[in-house]
């Protein structure tokens, strides 16, 4: 398909197979230059055959150097994508320059046209070519760097005087994002570092960084994570001390033709909310790279947590307006930055790049939010304690149901080696915030329903034909941990909803309103949540409630808003929840009991089938149920019993976790009704199932 | 030396320059074979489309020149091999030239 006149299409998957091909080629017409050559020798029959051979060779690997360079063009126009690229349209220009000097000359070329003498600062058409030959050039790495590289910071900071303080405010708007393109392609082919951004000023300083210059560019471009880390520093003033962050100049060797007050009015139509040149623009501005670098975000969200959390805070109603900090990272102005940063740290994207990073994130974010108790941070905070709730949730709820008590440094293992009640504490202050309330239910019935469908199929077929019968169904744990789920969820929402109540009690008249909306948003989740279906759980509840609507219903609420019903509602979920402490050292302990008495009380096989057809019998012996397979995660002691969990290593726990919840282990324990306290409907003491009364006494199933 | 149309004379010598045109001939056949595959191979992958634009357009036009070239100058080479093998006898004099020529070259470690 041929494509448009003046424009290149490039697929970097298959530019590089032809590149490949042309290498294979250049070998084979190398190898057969050399090879014929010698029987033109032998022969001496007269002929250019080796000679064009030659030039065959000379040929491909004059192209092959040609090609590399298209397809670093390719993928420089998409550096964020990894594996295959999709076709990467390019403006026909890159193919002014057939190599990279040629190019890097090209750009060096157009930093010393800007860099020569203009005393009357008159030339307009300078900087309206210089963002016409940039724009063509945006996606050329090589072109890029000899530009920057000849320009360097100071002269960098100078020209965007110029450029944001363009009268015209679309002349401004489009340097702006030319240059934030190229400039965050240059930071990722060049390290910035503290030396390039302490020149990063108008005044000729080694020592002091203009970041307001760089607010209005980092929305343009995906810039190095090592620069953006470094520029967090500063914000954040943990840096090594070596710059300072003197925002905007202005005067001598700054903007002088209009100052800095004159490049601050300029360019800044559309920009709604103020000053797109301030600290706090900047600040906002980088928050929000930082979120989008799923590299990043985690590690540095971890480093700075107790900061963004404390800044939120410090904004509440609870601190008296006059004793809330204003400016630098605490700034009122950066919270909605803040809060996407904690949500983006916490998120799916953060997960995938750097699952190590993104989990200690998340672990300490709740160890933080735990360790605080119920604290005052924006709703948008909560809203984004929501997500990370979200992306998290068979972590969170792995704590609940697990069998073992948490391991803290066991960072990888299923719940971040948390506890249940760190866990709710984060929740609690997520569903405070109301907007996440439903998403977070639809979580809880998701996560139970999931629990429940695994133990159906581990134990197919357990209970047919022939099968003996067991004092407990081999899915009675699996269905108590799904309770688990739903009634820790439940017991997160009323507590968070007494809390609420108590609030509106003890608030003034206008906190009264919050409270009053909060109630009925998490009285509404209450009645929607349906355990037995997450399709209606989402159908009942608001679904897509935002931190927005939120608001909306605080402010168009009548200073009578009864809560009566909504209380009434809540107070039924509270007698509804059954929490039951301590289940799980009761069930090791009972699992432990029917181990040591497996002489005298055999336990019985259970047969189970397996997916792909056959079956799969388990006796409970951890070794020949195949849960103990060698030394490292042998997890039993003197007497073949289980021995002490917290001496166990990472392995052993497996082991045992696996053990304790296999089904002959559970089928066969004849406690476990007791244990568990709210037994699974089909499991009730003294009842056992027809085909269970009908098997003969002591007959095992075959298999 | 027992083959059809051996000489029987004691003076009789293989020719050893026609032995040698023989195997550049067979060098000749087998690279161009390979060459063509590895051409076909690049135009194959060309044709895919994930390269398009008036640059490429160039670089296919040189392509398809550079292959035309070295498909040719090796046939060119394999026919003048033909050419010379239809005028060589098997067999020469003990005292030619040619029962003294050194004989194939020997392969070259290349393909």
């Keep these: ?703 | 030396m027992t083959g059809p149309g051996a000489p029987t004379g004691e003076a009789a010598r293989p020719n050893r320059h026609r032995e040698a045109v023989e195997a550049a001939l067979a060098a000749a056949t087998d690279g161009r074979v390979r060459l063509a595959d590895a051409f076909h191979r690049l135009f194959a992958v060309a044709d895919e489309g994930g390269w398009q634009g008036r640059a490429a357009s160039d670089w296919r036009r040189q392509a398809e020149q550079a292959r035309t070239a070295t498909l040719g100058t090796v046939d060119a080479f394999a026919d003048a091999c033909r050419r010379s093998l239809a005028g060589q006898p098997e067999w020469v004099p003990a005292d030619d030239p040619r029962a003294r020529h050194p004989g194939p070259a020997l392969p070259a470690g290349g393909r």
């Design chain 1, 1 to 703: 398909m041929p494509a448009p006149a003046n424009r290149v299409v490039v697929d970097p998957h298959s530019l590089r197979r032809l590149i490949t091909a042309m290498a294979d080629l250049r070998e084979t017409a190398q190898a057969q230059a050399r090879l014929l050559s010698a029987h033109v020798d032998a022969t001496r029959i007269a002929g250019d055959t080796p000679a064009r051979l030659r030039a065959a060779h000379a040929w491909a690997d004059q192209d092959i150097t040609m090609l590399r360079r298209r397809l670093a063009l390719a993928e420089a126009a998409d550096p964020g994508t990894t594996g295959p690229l999709p076709p990467a349209a390019l403006r026909g220009v890159p193919d002014l320059y057939d190599t990279a000097e040629q190019a890097r000359a090209a750009g060096r070329s157009l930093a010393d046209r800007l860099l020569r003498p203009d005393p009357d600062r008159r030339d307009r058409s300078r900087l309206a070519d210089l963002a016409a030959a940039l724009s063509g050039r945006a996606a050329d790495p090589d072109f890029v760097t000899g530009f920057y590289d000849r320009l360097g910071p100071s002269a960098l900071a100078g020209l965007l005087h110029q450029v944001l303080g363009a009268r015209e405010p679309g002349a401004a708007r489009h340097g702006e994002e030319i240059i934030g393109r190229t400039l965050a392609s240059y930071s990722r082919l060049r390290r910035l570092d503290a030396s390039w951004l302490g020149r990063f000023n108008s005044r000729r300083r080694d020592d002091q960084v203009e970041t307001s210059l760089l607010g209005p560019l980092l929305r343009h471009g995906r810039f190095a994570s090592a620069l953006l880390a470094r520029l967090g520093e500063l914000l954040f003033g943990t840096g090594d001390g070596s710059l300072r962050d003197v925002g905007l100049q202005a005067g001598p060797g700054g903007p002088a033709a209009r100052g800095a007050a004159g490049i601050r009015g300029a360019g800044g139509a559309g920009d709604a909310g103020g000053d797109r040149l301030s600290r706090e623009a900047f600040g906002s501005a980088l928050l929000r790279a930082i979120a989008a670098d799923p590299e990043l975000a985690p590690t540095f969200s971890t480093r700075h947590l107790p900061q963004l959390l404390h800044a939120s805070r410090a904004q509440s109603a609870d601190v008296p307006a006059g004793l809330r900090p204003a400016g630098g990272w605490r700034a009122p102005e950066l919270e909605t930055a803040r809060t996407e940063l904690v949500a983006a740290a916490g998120g799916a994207e953060a997960r995938l790049a750097r699952p190590g990073a993104a989990r200690q994130f998340v672990a300490q974010l709740v160890d933080v939010v735990a360790g605080a108790g119920p604290s005052e941070v924006s709703p948008r905070m909560r809203a984004a304690y929501g997500e990370v709730l979200h992306a998290w949730r068979d972590d969170l709820y792995a704590a609940v149901v697990s069998p073992l008590p948490p391991d803290p440094a066991a960072l990888d293992a299923p719940g971040l080696g948390r506890e249940p009640r760190q866990w709710a504490a984060l929740l609690r202050e997520s569903l405070r915030g109301g907007a996440s309330a439903p998403l977070l239910a639809a979580d809880a019935v998701a996560v139970g329903a999931g629990i429940d469908q695994r133990a159906w199929e581990q134990t197919r077929g357990y209970n047919g034909p022939g099968a003996a019968h067991y004092p407990a169904s081999p899915r009675a744990l699996a269905y108590h941990q799904a309770n688990e789920v739903t009634t820790f969820f439940g017991t997160a929402l009323s507590e968070t909803a007494e809390r609420v109540l108590r609030e509106h009690a003890t608030r003034q008249e206008e906190h009264r309103l919050r409270t009053a909306v909060m109630i009925d948003i998490l009285a509404e989740v209450a009645k929607s949540i349906d355990f037995t279906s997450v399709v209606r759980t989402l159908t009942n509840a608001a679904r897509g409630l935002t931190v927005e609507i939120v608001e909306d219903r605080v402010r168009r609420a009548t200073a009578h808003l009864p809560t009566a019903g909504s209380q009434a509602v809540l107070a039924d979920l509270r007698a509804g929840l059954r929490a039951i402490p301590g289940w799980q050292s009761r069930y090791r302990a009972s699992v432990a009991d029917m181990w040591r008495h497996r002489d005298g009380d055999p336990l019985r096989p259970v047969v189970v089938q397996l997916p792909g057809g056959g079956t799969r019998h388990y006796t409970g012996d951890p070794r020949a149920d195949g849960f103990v397979t060698g030394p490292a995660n042998d997890f039993t002691g003197p007497g073949g019993e289980p021995m002490d969990v917290a001496r166990m290593n990472r392995e052993q726990r497996t082991a045992y976790a696996a053990w304790l919840a296999s089904p002959a282990i559970v089928a066969n324990n004849d406690r476990l009704p007791a244990v568990l306290t709210a037994p699974p409907a089909d499991v009730v003491p003294g009842w056992a199932p027809g085909w269970a009364r009908s098997a003969p006494a002591g007959k095992v199933p075959p298999g």
